[in-house]
């Protein structure tokens, strides 16, 4: 913890926890009873403070709204067995945060107003950390611009706020993804590396396209050729092909998963193969067809480990192995869990503690 700022704290006249059903979360439509919220004036990030959470009353020339200048965060927090609630890599989004802030002009978040806003919001709401299978309190911080002007330039101002919800699993099932080879997620020197809103916006018309024809997602390829994988609309990408577990190198068109971090980290621990490497489309649809892609998942946040069971290329669908087979991808997804809920030791101190 760094050094304490004063958070004045509005409480909940009644919590709406009674309302909500833990048995059955659906992702991301459920929200914890408070907010925090912290505006950034033109020079310094002040008036910290947590509040019930409620609508935001924004004037129509707010230029996030016009001009997209907002960048956003994933993370979770979880029971572990003895019952404490802990923050999986916070500070690595709280780095990210700043990374994104930075490629949209915005100023830099200091690290007590993040990491003291969310532990505060978090012992606030410690009792809407689920504790169920495959659920957690997923967490989005957040900057986006106040300025209210219409003319294009970044903002002076910015409001960051972090808001909680419980969520089960991002996908209910198997994952069917088409290899996109038309539209692009992100060019070089363009944006792609950050979690900036925009980016999302821009994938949803491809996806939805996808979803059309029965997908669940699209995996980006490289915007000049289409012929290189990039990443997923939700998540970095994972193959397991002749017994090497090989993903896309970070740049500046990729996002830099945590998880995809954390599975590569366990996976070099283990002495597993791993080519963090440029993978050509043709590869992967050559070693489908030739039932050497052992396995396909995704990596992220929301997604944690989602398996993939079928990929779309050029009008063609591909199968892959049954989700049992996939010895890598289920040892990493149990890894990860020991590590979160205090059942295996956790070497890289990725776990933190309220
Ligand atoms: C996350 O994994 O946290 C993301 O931000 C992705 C989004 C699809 C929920």
Redesign the pocket.
Known sequence: MVDTLPIDITRAKQSRITEVDFSNIPF?RVFSDHMFVADYDGTAWTNLRIVPYQPLQLSPANSALHYGQSV????KAYKNTAGEVVVFRPLDNFHRLNRSAERMCMPPLPEEVFMNGLMELLKLDNQWVPDGENTAL?IRPFIFATDNYIGIRASDTYTFMIFTCPVGA?YSEPVRVKIETHYSRATEGGTGAA?AAGN?AASLYPARRAQQQGYHQLVWTDSKTHQYIEES???NVMFVIDGKLITTPLSDTILAGI?RDSVLTLAREWGYPVEERRIAVSEVIAAAKEGRLQEAFGT????TIAQIIQIGHEEQDYMLPPIAERKFSNRVFKALNDIKSGQAEDKWNWVYKL
Do not use: D, H, P, W
Request: net charge neutral.
């Open positions: 991301g956003f965060e994933g993370m997923y991002y979690k999302y609309g939700t998540m998880t992220g946040t929301a997604a």
